[in-house]
């Protein structure tokens, strides 16, 4: 009995992050495809600088490699797995200096929107690279404890979507707001951790430690973003005055 059902764990985990796989890019697709992918279809203007096409195919490369992790796990392809987890370190590390340049740039290009708060709304862009980077981090830390680092995987792999699913069409940002591209991964980590507790009748702490971390940085940022040790700090790191 013991047997089937952890054979029946470790084919819901396989199925789990198949569909996270699935679902990973096509939600990449949707938020970045009418101003990246498939720009050339919409009456979209042209990016405005060589950064964020560095971006876009770091961010890119990232998600065809989550997609070959999953497939080389599923194969039993572990010692590849392993060599390409060194790789993906690198490619994080350019993530968050690219991402953060970008930021950077992008709020030196707003600062003649009179609508746009520049040195607020860069909390939004560098508080999404602090939390991939801790997150991806951990799940480096517990590469050995494969309980853990799939799971911290799975969290990296939710923090990175609030950019795109803030470009989805219908208008939900400006619906929603926060409550959309935030709330939906924070319920879906939610949701993740509370099943994943109920099919191994156990929380798994780094699981649950993570979650909490990504949602807490998700709606901290906004009350720091008004505080003057933000403010200082984000006009020291663009050159915008306060």
């Given at each position: 009995m013991a047997i089937n059902n952890a054979l029946e764990r470790r084919t819901f985990e396989r199925r789990f992050f198949l569909a996270v796989a699935i679902f990973f890019p096509i939600t990449v697709f949707i938020g970045f495809g009418p101003t990246y992918y498939v720009k050339e279809f919409f009456p979209k203007p042209p990016?405005?600088?060589?950064l964020l096409h560095i971006h876009g195919a770091l961010m890119t490369s990232w998600v065809l490699l989550f997609i070959a992790q999953v497939y080389l796990i599923s194969s039993k392809m572990i010692r590849i797995h392993q060599k390409l987890g060194l790789a993906s370190v690198a490619l994080a590390a350019l993530i968050v200096v690219v991402g953060t340049m970008t930021g950077i740039e992008e709020a030196q290009r707003e600062i003649?929107?009179?609508?746009?708060?520049?040195?607020?709304?860069?909390?939004?862009?560098l508080g999404d690279l602090l939390t991939f980077a801790v997150l991806f981090a951990a799940a480096v830390y517990y590469r050995k404890k494969a309980a853990?680092?799939?799971?911290?995987?799975?969290?990296?792999i939710l923090s990175l979507l609030p950019p795109?699913?803030?470009?989805?069409?219908?208008?939900?940002?400006?619906a929603f707001g926060p409550l959309w591209y935030f709330g939906t991964?924070?319920?879906?980590?939610?949701?993740?951790v509370a099943f994943d507790a109920w099919q191994n009748k156990k929380v798994n702490p780094a699981?649950?430690?993570?979650?909490?971390?990504?949602?807490?940085?998700h709606w901290l940022r906004f009350p720091l973003s008004t505080t003057t040790v933000w403010l200082n700090f984000a006009s020291w790191l663009t050159g915008i005055p306060m």
């Open positions: 990016l405005p600088s060589r003649r929107d009179p609508n746009v708060q520049v040195l607020s709304s860069l909390v939004i862009p853990d680092h799939k799971r911290l995987i799975v969290l990296t795109a699913l803030a470009r989805f069409p219908f208008g939900l940002s400006d991964p924070d319920l879906m980590a939610i949701g993740f699981f649950l430690a993570g979650a909490a971390f990504m949602i807490a940085l």
